[in-house]
């Protein structure tokens, strides 16, 4: 059962029970039915209280039952909401922690609604790519005003109860402390014998010249909606709210919830959504493995990594220090961090109270024996194998024992590094990406002998730290830069046919992509790729790479940080400007090379960018680096500006057909550079089958 039914004097408590969150599933649902009709029935019965169990009166729909039958078997969360409203006692909604989405729905069926303060309010639809779907976007603006309305419906973000304790949503908002059950049963019994019922359905929407606001929305949200369609749709449904009769309103909103469940960009937030949640599990390690405790942490390497990494455990309170080997290089570290913070106060995301105890977690120091107590330590120094050695060969020596050491490497062998100490178990990979303070991705590295709790304890961290844990097996690049190396090849074979970069980039940022990749070779640096490179000509010859990037950066172009890369820059300007050099460089390289310049559409461009993840990615899946696809979407879509309304690189495969997907692939491995084509065996094998990646 899993709605608990008590009655409390001439007031019968119906508490909804399925943790964590008492989400609406279809057993949930019946049981709450049920009581309902229970109540209704007992003459003893004068009035009715929902409420939910534990900490949360309801987080809405059971999303372990989104894209199934049960979400629309009888009686749906729409019969749920019409007992309620139709119950010819008063039933009282009694909202506490959270009140989000069908749980807010549900109350706004209700009669009477109280709450205790802090309960988050909201409608979040929006942000998996829906409208509500069961009256939501009709009730609301019906109780809390039509801008306030329209505002919550169409950001999803919740809004506490005593903000909104003035309007008609609350009838009563209790004082901090209260008892809730006890408070609402006596609030149902001052009004149990009140008629008529009060139904928020019957409530106008009082609001001159609406016209004029509700077109002023309409132009607003379409500029900034972009590809997403639900913003759009959730202003008509309420204006539907504020012209039409409230049963066709329903239905218009109806409607528009069963047509956007249906594309692209809802499948997409969907996925993301579940997707983010698979990437904590890990199928050996179950939920109730050990964690240590990190109360305390080190960074190794006061640069730009290094520190952006030390600001990710000062927000999260937990106090770090910096080590570098020369005080003139942790000076200037601590200043940039101080800087980051002084910017974020300037732009009102932070207070300056809050910055000032944030800065003061942090502490610089130029001593391995300063750091030996720390619970976890990260390294961040430069990406070369040797120095990497000197590092955890240092660590081990001075790092108390279950110290969890860190490599923030980002394509470099974990075990390798692992094997520098003798404690292999306590080793795993945490590779940020810059800037490490803002970027949501943390790719988690798990090396043959890391241990199963230094695992959890990654996981948890992440969430701590306020990242997506994704975790990697070894392989060079791991998930996301091995990926990406495929993406570059092909960027740079295309200025072997006499692309330009600022022609690559137009048709990856028109795509959805944050920054095409000549963009974002400038920011990282140039020179990094190019070491790589170097390293791989060594490594393995047999791997074919254009001579475009390298003679680029022969010729000192490594990208803003020296105001030259693939584009041109002006002091003080992030702007990148077409560079005739640049433009010459390929055009040289043409007529050394024999190669005709052809005009190369924007959909080839994409497409071979796109599918070289793609490809590599199968690989990865195969391999048992990524455990699941969306894992390798969320480090896509967290870390490498990939298009949230595409879903991720594998998602976007499966939306046009692993079939097509494979067809384009042979096509490209008969043309210029096929050796870099050959289909992933899982790719041809799914595709054979007529599945996807994601099932």
């Not at 007031?11 to 989400?23: E, F, I, K, R, S």
């Not at 609030?187 to 008629?195: L, N, Q, S, V």
């Not at 500029?223 to 066709?248: I, M, N, S």
């Amino acid at each position: 059962m899993s709605a608990d039914y008590v009655v409390h004097g001439s007031v019968a408590v119906v508490t909804l029970n399925n943790p964590p969150v008492n989400g609406l599933g279809l057993v949930t649902r019946t049981a709450a039915v049920e009581a309902l009709r229970r109540a209704e029935s007992d003459e003893a019965v004068k009035a009715i209280v929902i409420t939910g169990a534990g900490k949360v009166f309801s987080g809405g729909a059971d999303i372990r039952e989104f894209n199934s039958p049960k979400a629309l078997t009888e009686p749906t969360l729409h019969t749920l909401i019409a007992t309620a409203e139709n119950c010819s006692k008063p039933v009282v909604a009694a909202i506490h922690g959270v009140c989000m989405g069908g749980g807010l729905e549900l109350s706004l069926g209700c009669h009477y609604r109280v709450a205790l303060p802090g309960a988050q309010i909201g409608l979040p639809e929006v942000k998996i790519g829906l409208v509500p779907g069961a009256g939501g976007t009709q009730r609301l603006p019906r109780v809390v005003g039509l801008e306030q309305g329209l505002n919550m419906i169409v950001s999803g973000n919740p809004v506490l109860s005593e903000q909104l304790a003035q309007t008609a949503l609350f009838d009563k908002v209790f004082d901090a402390g209260a008892d809730l059950v006890a408070s609402s049963v006596s609030f149902a019994e001052g009004i149990a014998d009140a008629r008529p019922l009060p139904k928020v359905r019957e409530r106008k929407i009082d609001y001159p010249n609406h016209e004029a606001f509700l077109q002023f929305s309409r132009n607003t949200v379409k500029a900034a909606a972009g590809a997403f369609p639900a913003p759009l749709a959730c202003v008509e449904c309420v204006a539907a709210a504020v012209t039409e009769k409230f049963e066709d309103g329903l239905k218009f909103e109806r409607e528009r919830f069963l047509a956007l469940a249906q594309t692209t960009e809802s499948k997409a937030l969907r996925h993301a959504f579940f997707a983010e949640r698979a990437a904590s599990k890990v199928p050996d390690v179950p939920a109730d493995t050990p964690t240590r405790s990190i109360a305390s942490a080190a960074v190794i390497g006061a640069g730009t990594m290094g520190g952006g990494i030390a600001m990710n455990f000062a927000n999260a309170g937990i106090p770090v220090t910096i080590l570098e080997t020369k005080q003139e290089a942790l000076d200037k570290g601590l200043a940039t961090i101080q800087k980051n913070y002084e910017n974020t106060v300037k732009k009102g995301k932070l207070s300056p109270e809050k910055a000032g105890q944030r800065i003061g977690l942090i502490k610089g120091t130029l001593s391995y024996e300063e750091i030996a107590q720390a619970d976890i330590v990260i390294e961040a120094v430069f990406e070369d194998i040797s120095v990497k050695e000197t590092v955890f060969r240092q660590l081990d020596a001075v790092m108390k024992p279950g110290a969890i050491l860190a490599s923030n490497t980002s394509t470099l062998d974990l075990d390798k590094i692992a094997a520098f100490t003798q404690r292999p178990q306590d080793v795993i990979g945490l590779h940020f990406f810059s800037p490490a303070n803002v970027m949501k991705l943390l790719e988690i590295v798990r090396g043959k002998e890391t241990g199963k709790d230094v695992l959890a304890t990654a996981l948890a961290l992440s969430k701590k730290i306020k990242k997506t844990g994704v975790v990697s097996g070894v392989c060079d690049g791991f998930i996301g830069n091995r990926m990406l190396e495929q993406y570059l090849r092909q960027a740079f074979f295309l200025l072997e046919e006499g692309v330009l970069p600022e022609q690559v980039d137009k048709a990856i940022e028109s795509f959805g992509f944050a920054m095409g990749p000549f963009r974002m070779s400038d920011l990282a640096g140039n020179d990094i790729g190019w070491y790589i490179r170097k390293r791989r000509y060594v490594e393995s010859p047999e791997i074919e790479y254009s001579k475009v990037p390298d003679l680029l950066c022969e010729q000192g172009r490594f990208g803003q940080k020296t105001g030259a890369g693939w584009y041109d820059y002006k002091p003080g300007d992030r702007t990148a400007y077409p560079a005739p050099s640049v433009h010459e460089l390929i055009a040289q390289n043409l007529a050394a090379t024999g190669v005709e310049r052809r005009t190369v559409p924007e959909q080839e461009i994409v497409e071979r960018l796109v599918y070289a993840l793609v490809n590599e990615g199968a690989r990865i899946l195969e391999e048992g680096i990524a455990l699941r696809a969306s894992d390798i979407d969320m480090v896509y879509l967290t870390g490498y500006g990939f298009p949230l309304h595409r879903g991720g690189p594998m998602l976007y495969a499966d939306t046009v057909g692993l079939a097509n997907v494979l067809e384009r692939i042979r096509g490209f491995a008969r043309g210029r550079h096929g050796d870099a084509w050959q289909a992933a065996p899982l790719l041809e094998r799914l595709a054979g089958e007529g599945k996807g990646f994601n099932g």
